[in-house]
């Protein structure tokens, strides 16, 4: 096996000295070195006809493609890398923190204690923490039949929090200033992909590259050992790789809006209605944010509401509105109250969310899809994050699901630079994918499930999601892997019930 290893490297290494030499005359388009994103490497990597080379490509600057150019570079073998990130969003060349003052935007994600772990180290979380951000060591979801609620608590599983709440464009901002923190050599390019070709070739030298060619909409032109594809639900890296994949859409859209209270809150709350669930997430001071599933008409209807008819019906939604509160001292919890052990939250009523006195941003609506690729790999390229799998955002999965593959994929790669493989090489890939797939479908289908088991209102489904509740609520073992999964500390659901 060494010797195979061996002989790898001697022909990677002559292959590479031949494009070296290619690409060292001339001078091409010039990307754009935003704030630390230096262009140190430009002359080494610009060639006579115009080409740029690259050891990774990420095509995507969001949150998922920004914390793998992290995580590559915090890794003592991976932080050579040469890395461009492709992206013409105008945030990534923005400086400093974001201003507390302003009002949070309406795009947040909630941040799993395994996804804070992973920022914190790569070194991102410590400028999260300098912005607005909000934990929560408390989530109550209950629907509105009224015949059952479940309340978590971080002590349940011995933790401080269960998750926070970030504004996406903090996110980004934190990823952005980890990358100036480090002073990690990336090439910024602040344009699209146009094409790919898996299939290059370098004619002039008479060496034959398999490298990924790209071509940008601004005319720039580069090669790569690896592709990522990190942009987002409609990937261009998806598309023009060939990978296929498997959608439908739901019949709900989501309105999401920042919203303002009379006093904090510290609690995520859940509430399962007729037409799809509403939360009101904790995103600091006295704002919520609102992410309410609904049906097209209704996102509609409600987008153009007034202010105040909007308010009410928020309130409407999360108290009294379609059912009663569930009762918390009825014969079936008394039964199951012998279950509930150490579980502090066992023991805890049924809250009131707070009322909502404004709302505090635009409302936006969006549609929601499910998506999930056939294959995350191919030779050269490879998907994370929304371009692999798109889920139902009722546990705010999404961004988390993300995460661990760029994890992931950065153990990997330093992995086979460790031993001297190819980072573009298909079995090296497919190892990322063998860990990341059956974990984010596993996930995607369990979110399915419950966006299908609220979708109808009958007397036994209702039961059963009694049931259900009642058991989340009072069996310990039950509650405590509910937590874990959904945490993010265990990859699949149920395998421990200790």
Not at 433 to 458: C, H, V, W
Request: charged share 20%.
């Amino acid at each position: 096996m060494y010797r195979v290893i061996g002989g790898k490297l001697h022909e990677n290494a002559h292959r590479l000295q031949g494009l070296r030499r290619l690409f060292c005359n001339g001078a091409g388009p010039k990307p754009v070195a935003a704030n630390s994103f230096d262009n140190d490497r430009k002359r080494e990597n610009q060639s006579a006809n115009n080409v740029q080379e690259y050891d990774v490509a990420i095509v995507g600057g969001g949150m998922v493609g920004m914390a793998l150019a992290c995580s590559l570079a915090r890794s003592p073998l991976t932080k050579n890398l040469r890395v461009a990130i492709i992206d013409d969003n105008p945030a990534l060349t923005s400086e400093g923190l974001i201003n507390k003052d302003e009002a949070p935007d309406p795009r947040v994600s909630t941040i799993t204690p395994a996804s804070i772990s992973f920022l914190k180290d790569i070194g991102a979380w410590k400028f999260v923490e300098q912005q607005r951000h909000a934990y929560f060591d408390s989530m109550q979801v209950w629907d509105y039949t009224g015949l059952g609620y479940t309340r978590y608590n971080a002590r349940d599983v011995r933790k401080e929090v269960l998750g926070c709440v970030v504004e996406n464009k903090v996110l980004v901002r934190s990823l952005s200033l980890c990358i100036q923190d480090n002073g990690i050599s990336r090439t910024l390019h602040p344009s699209r992909l146009a094409s790919i070709d898996l299939q290059s070739s370098v004619s002039s030298t008479n060496l034959e590259s398999d490298l990924a060619q790209l071509k940008l909409t601004d005319g720039s032109n580069l090669v790569a050992k690896l592709v990522v594809g990190a942009d987002g639900g409609r990937s261009r890296v998806r598309e023009l790789g060939g990978f296929r994949s498997t959608s439908h859409k739901y019949p709900q859209n989501a309105i999401i809006c920042t919203v303002k209270h009379p006093m904090p809150n510290h609690c995520a709350w859940q509430r399962f209605l007729p037409d799809g669930p509403i939360a009101l997430l904790p995103v600091g001071d006295n704002y919520s944010n609102i992410v309410w599933t609904m049906s097209p008409k209704e996102a509609v209807d409600r987008k153009s509401m007034t202010e105040d008819d909007f308010v009410k019906v928020v309130n409407h939604a999360l108290d009294y509105g379609y059912g009663p509160h569930p009762r918390s001292n009825s014969s079936i919890d008394k039964l199951l109250s012998s279950f509930t052990a150490d579980v502090v939250s066992s023991n805890e009523s049924f809250g009131i969310p707070p009322k909502v006195i404004n709302l505090a941003s635009d409302r936006m609506v969006f549609p929601l899809s499910l998506v999930h690729t056939d294959a995350y790999a191919r030779k050269r390229v490879v998907l994370i994050g929304d371009a692999a799998h798109t889920v139902h955002p009722l546990a705010g999965q999404g961004v988390n699901l993300g995460f661990g593959d760029a994890s992931a994929l950065s153990k990997v790669l330093s992995q086979g630079t460790a031993v001297g493989i190819d980072i573009g090489q298909l079995s090296l890939l497919q190892k990322y994918e063998s860990e990341r797939k059956p974990a984010n479908f596993m996930m995607a289908t369990i979110l399915d499930s419950i966006q299908k088991g609220y979708s109808f209102d009958l007397g036994p489904l209702n039961v059963l999601r009694a049931a259900a509740f009642h058991g989340a609520q009072y069996i310990s073992p039950l509650k405590k892997n509910i937590i874990l999964y959904a945490s993010g500390e265990q990859k699949f659901p149920f395998i421990s019930w200790n």
